[in-house]
Nanobody
Framework: QVRLVESGGRSVHTGGSLSLSCASS????????IGWFRQVSGQERQFVGG????????DYAEFVKGRFTIFRDNAKDTVTLQMNGLTPDDTATYFC??????????????????WSQGTQVIVSS
């Protein structure tokens, strides 16, 4: 069983930046996908972006393009979600998920089988 551990985030004012990192304690493959999702109470998890564990082929939701970047940090063996230009609409609990044998970078949270504990990100105006 792969365990994902998330770190970073918390709170910032509008226009600020935060980063979240996702580390895996178990076995992953170069084609495995780490997806970043966010969730607001009462709603389904929403795709933010994803990347191959190797660091290739990132994909983003339209509402974060140009503001958020996902990259692999080889030195730390983590995948990082760098969030810039944050607005109160970005306030949510953020999760990273793992699709171990992914064919594509899926935008449906049900495709992912392991999840991090989640981090609440608060953006105040």
């Amino acid at each position: 069983q792969v365990r994902l551990v998330e770190s970073g985030g918390r709170s910032v004012h509008t226009g600020g930046s935060l980063s979240l990192s996702c580390a895996s304690s178990g076995r992953t493959f170069s084609n495995s996908v780490i997806g970043w999702f966010r969730q607001v109470s009462g709603q389904e998890r929403q795709f933010v972006g994803g990347i191959r564990w190797s660091g290739s082929n990132a994909d983003y939701a339209e509402f974060v393009k140009g503001r958020f970047t996902i990259f692999r940090d080889n030195a730390k063996d983590t995948v990082t979600l760098q969030m810039n230009g944050l607005t109160p609409d970005d306030t949510a609990t953020y999760f990273c998920g793992l699709d171990l044998a992914a064919r594509t970078i899926g935008r449906n949270w049900k495709q992912y089988t392991s999840w991090s504990q989640g981090t609440q990100v608060i953006v105040s105006s």
